[in-house]
């Protein structure tokens, strides 16, 4: 019931900043399986991973139906085998090798997301604005479905994160895209007022996440 609770707030936190289709993907990385079993208990059609051992594992203990999995951190193309069999999005596609790894290992029309670094911070991850249309370009001609442009906000104030959704926004009209993948606990209501079609909340939906440090480290080496 608390995640269900919570998944209303958010929706609520969306609807308040003028979203009216706004998909909420919800962030398991570092819960368990229950994480992701609650999360469709209370209705959340998709979740978000960022690790791939821990999404393979997690995936395979869950009871019950498997939402629509999203992979959205960094992709390690010697990773994309291991994910192909689970992941129906991938939202970070960043540069021509990932592109050539899911159309070898995913099946054909795989859809991704291409991610923009619309921060300047290298720690992000994405490609550069203006390589964007390249990346899309060539996704499309290896055979897959480019849904759309992701990234993520400005570290600081939420306000910060503005300039950047506001260029992804524009990037994603250009180009003829549907979705606008943005948005996250901390600055989802900038996001959807700037035009996400899509926001990726955890800590929102699921509290802080307890891991150790060396935990972390160890997710984060596979």
């Avoid at 990932?98 to 992000?124: D, K």
């Amino acid at each position: 019931m608390m995640v269900a609770e919570r998944l209303e707030a958010v929706r609520a936190r969306i609807a308040t900043a003028g979203g009216t289709d706004v998909r909420v993907v919800a962030v398991t990385k570092g819960f368990g399986p229950d994480a992701i079993e609650a999360a469709v208990a209370a209705g959340c059609q998709d979740v978000g991973e960022n690790y791939a051992q821990e999404a393979v594992t997690k995936l395979q203990a869950v009871r019950g139906p498997v939402p629509r999995v999203h992979f959205i951190g960094h992709l390690q193309t010697n990773k994309v085998k291991q994910l192909a069999p689970v992941v129906d999005v991938w939202q970070s596609v960043d540069r021509p090798g990932a592109v050539e790894a899911i159309e070898r290992h995913a099946p054909p029309g795989s859809v991704v997301l291409v991610q923009v670094n619309v921060a300047g911070a290298e720690q992000q991850g994405g490609c550069e604005p203006n390589e964007a249309p390249a990346l899309v370009e060539a996704a499309v001609a290896a055979g897959l479905h480019v849904a759309g442009l992701m990234a993520i906000g400005r570290a600081g104030e939420p306000a910060d994160a503005r300039p950047g959704f506001r260029l992804l926004r524009h990037l994603v009209d250009d180009l003829g895209l549907a979705e606008c993948s943005m948005g996250m606990t901390a600055d989802l209501e900038v996001a959807v007022e700037e035009g996400s079609t899509m926001v990726r909340v955890g800590t929102a939906l699921f509290g802080p996440r307890a891991a150790t440090r060396s935990h972390q480290r160890a997710v984060q080496a596979n």
